[in-house]
């Protein structure tokens, strides 16, 4: 065999692995490869291999010019394209591609900003091996934002195919909204509105998070910031039904989305749409007090259906939960106590002896200011005067509330024949995987805040980029069960439930798992955000000789048992 040069006219020549033989007499010639796309320092390493040459002396030296994390890219870029989303991305390969797929990968390995992003993908100042493998080590932040820009484009699109992956006719809908703070003032979405961060007087932006029963994101959307949950609901059933073309649907929502409107304008006449809510407590204390349902008639962990006339056409479904109530107890005992703490530094100010508190206007201010902060106002009866004041509970309200401690209603339009009363309740908490999802994008993985993009459709990408993530992460997490603390027995436990009002206990090889901190196997179990660190260790080395840089190679770090069960139990390799 030899390497031959073929002149290519006005184009640069072909290099080609080539053998020659005899045939009847006659010199014949047949390409094996062709090699132009090769470096050059390659294409001349294997001429020297092929006419013989000692490449390296057997005493040479070599060193590590260069190592970089790896193994959490091999893992995580591995499992992308294991689950197809690099072709649901694009189903071709392109530069765009390549650059949505990096960041996606990244906000799982290093959630950070874009500009950040660009540094840790760039061969200069490259943090892990994501830029090499992919073939983008020349990128700018300017180009991420491009790529982010065309991934926009795309969204229905993907989120269509998602859809047809993972949800069916006739199947759950798992929709909750969160919303998180936004930095800077000049994105049209950012407003004032209910921020659930404790960030006060930021603006916010309103997410709202479409999955499947088993919790795998679908589709998200962004709302401005001072858009109320019921709002969004409409436009979410439009686009399952309309855009991913499934025409019967059970949603389910939570109390404070899927409203008594919502229910009346939106979801009540369409009989191709079914719900799962819960009622609120102002409608459950007015069920009591009209004796619809009386706590004493439930045993712990009791869940009985009730026909009140106030809901024609729907099952109410009344549930009590013992630890539930316990906890609740608990906690207005708490909270009456800080209330009455807050009320008698009002009542003290107006005591002291040095510049009192008077005037009944401006006590009344201070007392409001104070007495619902902790929202306890309806269990005090105050009075106010123009020199004093003086306050005390409400008893009577106080134990009308605690006797319904653990007691919560299931409100749904699906018939006794599609649904029973406890899958009822079951489908009503798996909203829970709804709210640990928004917990992984916005704090313990993924990180979606800090938001600093000015521009509506960057903001949306910038979210939707992070919903991938998590899509990523969920299978991810689906495969790792075994190294992780998850329960990997939690269908049969689910199984074994006394009541679907009860809590699913753990597992006994989850317990065990929990207190040892080791696995079945012995390996030590670790939480999904340790275990990428983990992996990161995993590097890649370029080695060279010393005597000459041009003659090199590749070397792995040869992977502990932990890493080495990760990518058996992902089904990717670590070389890429």
Same mark, same amino acid.
């Given at each position: 065999?030899?390497?031959?040069? =073929? ?10 692995? !080539? ?9 014949? $010639?047949?390409?094996?490869? +062709? ?29 590590? /010019? ?30 765009? !591609? ?6 996606? =990968?990244?906000?799982?390995? #290093? ?21 090499? &493998? ?83 994101? =679908? ?6 910031? +001072?858009?109320?949950?019921?709002? /969004? ?16 649907? &059970? ?5 404070? *989305? ?18 799962? $809510? ?20 439930? #045993? ?25 109530? &316990? ?14 703490? @807050? ?6 100010? $107006? ?6 508190? /008077? ?16 929202? *306890?106002?309806?269990?005090?009866? /105050? ?35 599609? *649904?029973?009363?406890?899958?009822? &309740? ?27 993009? !000015? ?85 890649? @080395? ?33 070389? *890429?």
């Amino acid at each position: 065999m030899y390497i031959a040069t =073929v002149p290519n006219r006005n184009s640069p020549p072909a290099i080609l692995l !080539r053998e020659s033989y005899r045939e009847n007499g006659k010199v014949k $010639t047949n390409t094996i490869a +062709n090699l132009s796309s090769l470096p050059a320092a390659k294409i001349e390493g294997f001429r020297r291999v092929l006419r013989g040459d000692v490449l390296v002396n057997p005493e040479e030296e070599f060193e590590n /010019t260069r190592s970089l994390p790896h193994g959490h890219v091999a893992a995580v870029l591995g499992t992308l394209k294991s689950i197809g989303l690099d072709s649901l991305i694009a189903t071709k390969q392109s530069r765009q !591609r390549d650059l949505a797929t990096a960041m996606i =990968v990244w906000r799982v390995i #290093d959630p950070v900003s874009k500009l950040s992003t660009a540094q840790g993908l760039r061969g200069e100042t490259a943090r892990s091996s994501l830029g090499g &493998v992919l073939g983008i080590e020349d990128v700018e932040d300017d180009e991420l934002y491009a790529a982010m820009d065309w991934l926009f484009t795309r969204q229905g699109w993907m989120e269509k195919h998602l859809a047809k992956r993972h949800l069916a006719d006739g199947a759950l809908v798992l929709y909750d909204v969160t919303s998180t703070y936004f930095e800077g003032r000049c994105c049209p979405l950012a407003r004032l509105g209910h921020g659930r961060d404790g960030k006060k007087g930021k603006l916010q932006i309103v997410i709202g998070l479409v999955c499947n029963q088993q919790g795998c994101p =679908v589709s998200v959307d962004v709302f401005e910031g +001072n858009t109320g949950d019921p709002k /969004t609901v409409r436009s979410q059933i439009q686009k399952v039904r309309e855009k991913f073309g499934i025409k019967r649907i &059970v949603l389910v929502g939570d109390r404070g *989305m899927i409203t008594e409107a919502r229910i009346r304008e939106d979801l009540k006449e369409d009989k191709d749409l079914d719900w799962v $809510t819960a009622l609120r407590a102002p409608a459950i204390k007015e069920l009591a007090e009209n004796k619809r349902i009386t706590p004493e008639l439930y #045993d712990d962990w009791g869940l009985a259906e009730v026909s009140c006339e106030e809901y024609p056409g729907e099952r109410l479904i009344v549930c009590k939960n013992p630890l539930l109530a &316990v906890e609740r107890a608990r906690k207005r005992k708490d909270l009456l106590w800080a209330t009455e703490k @807050n009320l008698e530094e009002v009542k003290q100010a $107006t005591q002291r002896t040095k510049r009192p508190l /008077t005037g009944a206007g401006r006590i009344g201010v201070r007392v409001g200011k104070v007495i619902n902060q902790y929202k *306890m106002a309806k269990h005090f009866v /105050t009075e106010i005067g123009e020199t004093g004041f003086s306050y005390g509970r409400r008893e009577e309200s106080i134990a009308e509330e605690g006797a319904l401690d653990g007691m919560y209603v299931i409100r749904t339009s699906v018939s006794k024949q599609q *649904m029973s009363a406890e899958d009822a &309740v079951s489908s009503y908490k798996r909203l829970s995987v709804v709210e640990r999802a928004f917990r992984c994008i916005k704090t313990v993985d993924l990180k979606i805040r800090p938001i600093n993009h !000015r521009l509506a459709e960057r903001v949306r990408s910038h979210v939707f980029i992070c919903m991938l993530a998590y899509y990523v992460e969920w299978h991810m997490r689906g495969k790792l069960k075994p190294v992780l603390f998850d329960d990997t027995d939690g269908q049969r436990m689910e199984e074994e439930r006394i009541s679907a009002v009860a809590p699913r206990e753990r597992s006994p090889e989850a317990k065990r798992k929990a207190n040892s901190k080791r696995t079945e196997q012995g390996l030590p179990a670790q939480s999904f955000r340790t275990l990428l660190k983990d992996l990161g260790t995993l590097t890649k @080395n370029w080695m060279t000789t010393k005597s000459d840089s041009t003659i090199g190679f590749v070397l792995y770090t040869n992977p502990t048992p932990l890493q080495a069960k990760v990518f058996e139990l992902l089904g990717v390799p670590v070389r *890429m």
